[in-house]
């Protein structure tokens, strides 16, 4: 990216949404777009659905702005014209934006194809002082403003009458159109990005399967039925308590604050989210940890979340402080450091998250507990094979680490760029 081709805007005028640059023009939506709705064919009616024209709903949005993509050219349901004709959508036009205005509000893409929306969209058509690609980059930036203007008590939304009096600074054409490149540019480094990351997240799951089940170098294999899958004939079969001690924590009374805000970190179950646990949310006091069950464990220590909300239940991490625990955690050290390996555990834990989640037992909500933790059926190989299988995927790891802060870095550039650009703080040079 040209660098020279930016300048510090210095002359602003007062405008009603703020300061904005002397030769641009504050508009609403309506003055610059056609605002329409839409609407949602009868399902009952076979004949309204399955046919040639697509058909927008906000999840086909979502998914692709989340990915960074900014078009869309197909989408999951499709409709005939008997149902756009019986119903309030309207067949909207190549290179109108479509924004999300029910529930999920302010995502937005353009169509490259022409497209009917359900009734979650306001969709903007540009009218000739607009570029539709500066609107698409406009809107996704006013997300926060959208959302504080919607209504409604089951879920929020933003009324099309809102959106077309929505108060919107104007460049010229040419400027949008170059700011527009830029800000897609950028979502282009992105994405690139994004596919590496996808790439080799694929390759670390094929290496966790081969690795855990075929390991390095084996040519002689047996089954186990309690595994469900062959394992390599040398590697030894058993249980985590076979291999290491499992523990839990406890959480001190909060009717004591001075329980809290010490000097010793405190993993709640919520923390656990895979990779290394270098800093907690919150600590508790030596007195905290003396009238209360939390107990203290090393850097190296396995911890996997016995119950929480969603997705929690059964994720691991590894401690890469030492920290107390409460008690919906489950801390596991080995017997023998010359036997277990704890980062080889941490990957077969991870590996086998579903069957370990699906250990849970209760009645309203399914937890795990010390003894269902013990329990964990674990093939273990021989411990120089246990560090070689644990090289290798912590190489992907890194690898995987790096990509994600280059894509951390440039979002962070992305984001700077639109605050500066979209309100006129720094220009682009126009011939």
């Not at 005939?80 to 924004?99: A, E, F, I, Y």
């Not at 890194?398 to 220009?427: F, P, T």
Request: aromatic share 6%.
């Amino acid at each position: 990216m040209d660098t020279g081709q930016f300048y510090k805007e210095s002359d602003f005028k007062q405008s009603a949404i703020g300061p904005i640059p002397s030769n641009w023009d504050v508009v609403r939506l309506e003055d610059v777009c056609e605002v329409l709705g839409g609407g949602t064919p009868s399902t009952s009616i076979k004949e309204y659905w399955n046919g040639d024209i697509p058909f927008a709903t906000p999840t086909d949005v979502t998914g692709l702005e989340d990915q960074n993509v900014n078009f869309l050219n197909n989408t999951k349901s499709h409709i005939t014209d008997q149902g756009l004709k019986n119903s309030s959508t309207h067949l909207l036009p190549v290179g109108s934006v479509l924004v999300t205005s029910r529930a999920t509000i302010g995502y937005a893409v353009i169509s490259e194809v022409p497209v009917a929306t359900n009734q979650g969209f306001v969709n903007l058509i540009c009218k000739d002082r607009v570029h539709n690609v500066w609107l698409l980059h406009l809107v996704r930036s006013l997300r926060t403003k959208l959302e504080s203007l919607g209504a409604g008590s089951t879920y929020k939304e933003v009324s099309r009458g809102t959106v077309r009096n929505l108060a919107i600074c104007l460049p010229s054409k040419v400027e949008q159109k170059k700011i527009g490149e830029i800000l897609s540019h950028t979502d282009e480094a992105i994405r690139k990005t994004n596919q590496i990351i996808s790439n080799i997240e694929r390759l670390r799951k094929g290496l966790l399967q081969k690795l855990l089940t075929r390991g390095i170098g084996h040519k002689e294999f047996k089954y186990s039925e309690e595994l469900g899958t062959e394992i390599p004939m040398k590697w030894k079969i058993g249980r985590i308590s076979d291999y290491c001690s499992v523990g839990t924590g406890g959480t001190p009374s909060r009717k004591h604050p001075e329980y809290f805000d010490g000097d010793m970190p405190w993993v709640k179950s919520t923390e656990i989210d895979y990779g290394m646990i270098t800093r907690s949310e919150e600590s508790i006091s030596s007195l905290g940890l003396r009238n209360s069950n939390a107990k203290v464990y090393p850097v190296g220590t396995l911890v996997i979340a016995m119950y929480g909300q969603g997705v929690t239940r059964g994720r691991c991490a590894i401690l890469g402080i030492e920290a107390a625990i409460n008690q919906a955690c489950a801390a596991i050290l080995p017997k023998d450091v010359d036997e277990t390996h704890i980062p080889f555990l941490y990957n077969w834990c991870q590996f086998n998250y579903e069957k370990i989640r699906n250990l849970g037992q209760g009645a309203n909500q399914l937890n795990l507990n010390l003894s269902l933790v013990r329990s964990i059926a674990v093939a273990l190989p021989p411990f120089e094979e246990q560090k070689r299988i644990t090289e290798i995927l912590e190489s992907v790891e890194r690898k995987l680490d790096l990509e994600r802060k280059e894509k951390a870095k440039v979002e962070k550039a992305k984001q700077g760029l639109m605050n500066l650009l979209l309100a006129g703080k720094i220009r682009i040079k126009v011939d």
